[in-house]
């Protein structure tokens, strides 16, 4: 059942490399100028995080390309951050 347990974590370097090679790429690639968003600024800014993993890979440029969750805590967060640009990169399209 798909979720139903963990990936042992020195493994997932090598699982996301395979993915990025042999099925995100080539779907990037045959869309240009398409970006690529994180969902959850922890997700994508904590050492290690989705686009730190991402940029490590070659599919993105910069970890800026990330929005809140929807449901996000914390003090003073902005949870409109980056909703622009997103929006303006779906006009894009």
């Known amino acids: 059942m798909p979720g139903s347990y963990r ?5 997932l370097p090598d ?10 790429k080539p779907l990037l690639d045959s869309m240009p100028g398409v ?6 600024g922890s997700v994508a800014k904590n050492n290690g ?6 940029i490590t890979l070659g599919c993105v440029a910069d970890n800026n390309n990330w929005i809140y969750q929807a449901r996000a805590r914390g003090k003073n967060l902005n949870k409109e951050l980056n909703w622009p640009r997103l929006l303006e ?3 894009l399209l």
């Open 15 to 24: 699982l996301h490399q395979a993915w990025w090679h042999n099925y995100g």
């Open 49 to 54: 995080g989705v686009a730190e993993q991402l």
């Open 7 to 11: 990936i042992a974590p020195k493994l």
């Open 35 to 40: 970006q690529v968003w994180a969902v959850g």
């Open 89 to 91: 990169a779906c006009a």
